[in-house]
């Protein structure tokens, strides 16, 4: 069995003009070992920045508290000189955007051969032998000559199925994968999809997936975090809080879907912006005024669940 990933209070804010964004708030939470951990959530409630955060990948003003581990190691303590020989080993990424992440000027499989000499340069042999076997997964039935070519000559589709394979070069136990299916159409999306099951049937029984795509995440994941703000609001198995939501937020977010009636979430009260309390009280429907004054922590409820949201206070 591999090494669960935990966080513990863990945030990320940064400094900018405008003064301190906080973008990842208070996150508590085990990514179980064998397990697809979906990340879901409006767009800018922090769902990248805590993936990136986990592994140290932030812009220069990021500024990480709390804790990260990696089994008993904590890895938010780690020198960049660590961190850098644990991503990949350890921890594969499968980034946002394809083509930002593969170098135009360097070969494909020179770039892909290099992950793992970078780390041990006498596993040379064993590279190349993985480089042709996980290119021939991936749908590419000459290796040699996709590797002679440049990221720029290939479509879209192909850099990211790459761009899997490089995340996979150093066979690591976790897979992080963030939105592999932002933008994509419909045969693509479907693809990606493809693409994740094989990586999880036979190289990494463990994942972070990112997405907006509920309906994937519902097909993929095991467990669910609903991100809002940069909390996590509501957290447990995906069978639970895509088919049964319980906090306020979720159960809009689902209601939202066009497979579910489309009921947009209901637009923040002004009279109630700017208190102190919950993240979400401004547009919640059950909105009390211990809301707008405290802030809730995170409640488990029977089935196992963690919610926070003074509903499922106990009492
Ligand atoms: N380098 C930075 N400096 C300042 N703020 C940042 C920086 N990077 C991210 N943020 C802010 O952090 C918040 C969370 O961003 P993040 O990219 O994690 O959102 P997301 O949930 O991944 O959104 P999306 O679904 O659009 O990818 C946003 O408000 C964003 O503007
Ligand atoms: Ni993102």
Known sequence: MGENIILKDFSVSFQTSQGEVKAVRGVNTVFESGKVTGMIGESGSGKSVLGMGILKLLAANARISGQCYYGDEEISAYTEKQMTSFRGLKIGLIPQNPAESLDPVIRIKKQLIEAVTTHDRSRKKEAEDRY???M?????KDPESIGRKYSFQLSGGMNQRIISVLGLMCSPGWMLADEPTKGLDAILRKQVYGVLREVLKRDTESMIV?????????????NILVLYQGEVLEQGSAELVLESPL?????????SLPSHGMVPIPFPMAERSGRPGCVFYPRCPYGTERCGSEKPCDYTVPDGRKVRCFRYAQS
């Open 132 to 134: 042709c076997l996980l």
């Open 247 to 255: 906090h306020p937020y979720t159960t809009g977010l689902i209601a």
């Open 136 to 140: 021939k997964r991936f749908g590419f």
């Open 210 to 222: 990112i997405t907006h795509d509920i309906i994937l995440a519902r097909r993929l994941c095991d």
